[in-house]
């Protein structure tokens, strides 16, 4: 039975993968892009182990706009740092075809329309302190391409780095009826998955 990246994986792509690596490397390669993440973002506080749940709820600091940052969260950015880091050397050795790494793109949800942020853009609005300018943004960590249409995607990947470790990953809900995982789907086609250290790609839940 086939892992659900690979499921997700057009059959002319996947055939040009499996001509040097076997069909399911990708996926192996970047599960351990998150568990190497998870080790080593631990290491730099905790010795290698595993925080704690009050360690995680734990608030180390506050951003520009005057919010609390918790330990989850700044672990989670730093993981992040170093799990795509590791998913970009992956991706540019066994994927054959364009993959966007933190691209941010406007979602037109009543036009279905999409259309990407320059980095720099994004950059000069952060700059400007608690805009509100990124409001109906998206922003996945890896977007994996069929073609040289790259408003279109094969795959989204995202890294999830649970604080404490026990806690299961999950998609970011924006309400009732509509989540993180739903939304790239819509603006962007193709299946979102998860990839964490503990559950490595994960099938969506329906």
């Known amino acids: 039975m086939a892992s659900p990246l690979v499921r997700a994986i057009p059959p002319?792509?996947?055939?040009?993968?499996?001509?040097?690596?076997?069909?399911?490397?990708?996926?192996?390669?970047?599960?351990?892009?998150?568990?190497?993440?998870?080790?080593?973002?631990?290491?730099?506080?905790?010795?290698?182990?595993?925080?704690?749940?009050?360690?995680?709820?734990?608030?180390?600091?506050?951003?520009?706009?005057?919010?609390?940052?918790?330990?989850?969260?700044?672990?989670?950015?730093?993981?992040?740092?170093?799990?795509?880091?590791?998913?970009?050397?992956?991706?540019?050795?066994?994927?054959?075809?364009?993959?966007?790494?933190?691209?941010?793109?406007?979602?037109?949800?009543n036009a279905r329309m999409v259309e990407t942020i320059s980095r720099e853009k994004e950059s000069r609005l952060i700059a400007e302190g608690c805009t509100e300018e990124l409001r109906g943004t998206i922003k996945p960590d890896i977007v994996l391409h069929g073609d040289r249409n790259l408003l279109k995607a094969v795959l989204i990947l995202d890294f999830k780095f649970p604080c404490p470790a026990s806690n299961q990953p999950t998609w970011t809900r924006y309400n009732a009826t509509t989540s993180q995982q739903s939304v790239y789907q819509d603006a962007l086609g193709g299946q979102a998955l998860l990839i964490s250290p503990r559950t490595g790609v994960q099938e969506p839940k329906p």
């Open 12 to 109: 002319a792509v996947l055939a040009l993968m499996q001509q040097d690596h076997s069909e399911d490397e990708l996926e192996k390669q970047l599960a351990a892009c998150a568990v190497q993440a998870e080790q080593v973002g631990n290491a730099r506080y905790f010795q290698g182990r595993p925080p704690t749940r009050q360690e995680c709820a734990e608030v180390v600091e506050t951003d520009r706009c005057g919010k609390p940052v918790t330990r989850a969260m700044q672990l989670g950015k730093q993981k992040h740092v170093l799990a795509l880091a590791c998913a970009e050397q992956v991706l540019k050795a066994l994927w054959p075809a364009p993959f966007s790494i933190e691209q941010r793109y406007r979602y037109y949800p």
